[in-house]
């Protein structure tokens, strides 16, 4: 496994290109079931969650290649084992995210549980509630979801709200069972995420019909069949949020390309509210601080509402406040797997439940820290570029899931990180 050594301080300046986002790259993925034939997918990133959704995809019978130009072409001509296995499912949860195509497409399939990760528990009910609506026949069967609708589906007006609010995943296996639906079908209280609109506008150009996309309410008018698409995901508003901190907490300058500021008003106005300028340039934006970091409060929630996402290099930030912020966490509760590690880092963090009362620190010490989940990982090179001293965060395969070679990308704007294998 792969440690990385990350000197600090150091103060980042520069330019950094955002890549095309994991979250919407996934369930599009899991779209290509629903076409007999090649579809083809740009801007989607060199991560190891995308290289885990293609075995997966394999496994079923289709068949995937990268051209020269990065574009990932998925061929489903033939899906003759409607199957997620466990093995691939518990190393990346989002291959939940096959059972609606494949319900659709084959009217059966066989899924494993998610299971539990670092940052909670991850329930699937909301998912298999919907696609029951559909009038899918689902049980459990020694870990696995066992699905058919020899029928075919039926459109249904479906609610899909939680407890923590919509579900993006559930929104998607619904979302895309309900194409080849007959009938209409409304699905109220659906996520608004970026990545589930861009999903929705993918799934419109294989011959879809959705409405209403971006809203909590979608309706889909259910057609005969879809055709392969061509499609390039959106840029990564999470990365392109990571990247954001990455200035702040250095007190740098950095230009990012390729970065939508529509799907991140949350964070830009968290930002701006704790001293960080940031300017709308060309493609992107360029983020700046530099006088000191205030004290702020986080609580996260479905899109529009401030990205769980983002919410553990935040803390990483303000821990750095003149003052105390506190983080609230609505959507995992559970999401802290980085408060002892950041807390090792002489950041002063007190967790009250699914909240956390961060007191500022005039500076953090760097310290041997371990990974546990991507975004906590992230936040932990975060607090490694500002603290004093070489941090080394074991257990880097966590930030290789969602971040492509990010210290070949932080490094030619300032950062100091090795990357050795332990
Ligand atoms: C997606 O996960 C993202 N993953 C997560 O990003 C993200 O944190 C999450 O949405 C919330 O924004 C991908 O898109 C691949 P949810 P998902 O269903 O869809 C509860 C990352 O770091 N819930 O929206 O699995 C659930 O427990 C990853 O890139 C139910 O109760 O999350 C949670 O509290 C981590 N029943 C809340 O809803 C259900 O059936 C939101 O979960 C489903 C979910």
Do not use: W
């Not at 075995?55 to 199957?83: A, F």
């Not at 399939?109 to 026949?137: F, Q, T, W, Y």
């Amino acid at each position: 496994m792969d440690v990385f050594g990350i000197e600090g301080p150091v103060r980042l300046s520069g330019s950094v290109t955002i890549n095309g986002s994991k979250n919407a790259t996934l369930p599009i993925m899991a779209a290509a079931i629903l076409a007999a034939g090649k579809s083809v997918l740009s801007a989607v990133p060199h991560l190891s969650d995308i290289s885990v959704c293609g075995q997966l995809l394999g496994r079923l019978g289709c068949k995937l290649s990268r051209g020269s130009n990065g574009n990932l072409c998925i061929d489903s001509t033939v899906i003759d084992n409607p199957v997620g296995e466990y093995e691939i499912v518990r190393r990346m949860r989002a291959g939940i995210c096959i059972l609606g195509p494949l319900l659709a497409r084959c009217e059966r399939a066989e899924v494993s549980m998610p299971g539990g990760c670092a940052i909670g528990d991850r329930p699937i009910n909301i998912h298999i509630r919907g696609l029951r609506e559909l009038g899918a026949k689902i049980h459990l069967k020694n870990g696995y979801i066992i699905a058919e609708a020899s029928k075919g589906l039926k459109g249904k007006d479906i609610f899909m709200g939680g407890p923590f609010g919509s579900t993006v995943l559930g929104t998607a296996n619904v979302l895309m069972a309900a194409t080849l639906a007959k009938g209409k079908t409304i699905i109220e209280s659906a996520a608004c995420e970026p990545e589930i609109a861009d999903l929705a506008n993918c799934l419109n150009k294989m011959g879809a019909k959705i409405t209403g996309i971006g809203s909590p309410r979608l309706t889909v008018e259910g057609v005969r069949e879809l055709r392969p698409a061509e499609h390039r995901v959106i840029p990564d508003r999470i990365e392109a949020g990571t990247f954001m901190v990455a200035a702040a907490i250095t007190a740098g300058k950095l230009h990012l390309h390729n970065c939508r500021l529509d799907d991140m008003m949350a964070v830009v106005d968290k930002l701006r509210n704790v001293g960080v300028t940031i300017d709308a340039a060309g493609d992107g934006c360029v983020v700046t601080r530099t006088g000191p970091i205030k004290p702020g409060d986080i609580t996260t929630q479905p899109y529009p509402g401030f990205p769980t996402d983002l919410q553990a290099q935040f803390m990483a930030l303000l821990s750095l406040a003149e003052g105390n912020s506190i983080i609230i966490e609505k959507v995992f509760p559970d999401r802290f797997m980085h408060v002892a590690e950041l807390n090792r880092m002489a950041a002063n963090l007190r967790k009250e439940g699914p909240t956390v009362i961060v007191a500022g620190v005039k500076k953090l010490i760097a310290a041997p820290v371990m990974a546990s989940d991507l975004r906590a990982s992230a936040a932990l090179v975060l607090a490694g570029l500002a603290a004093e001293g070489t941090t080394a965060v074991s257990r880097v395969y966590h930030i290789d899931r969602g971040y492509e070679k990010i210290e070949e990308r932080l490094n030619p704007v300032g950062a100091k990180i090795t990357r050795e294998s332990d």
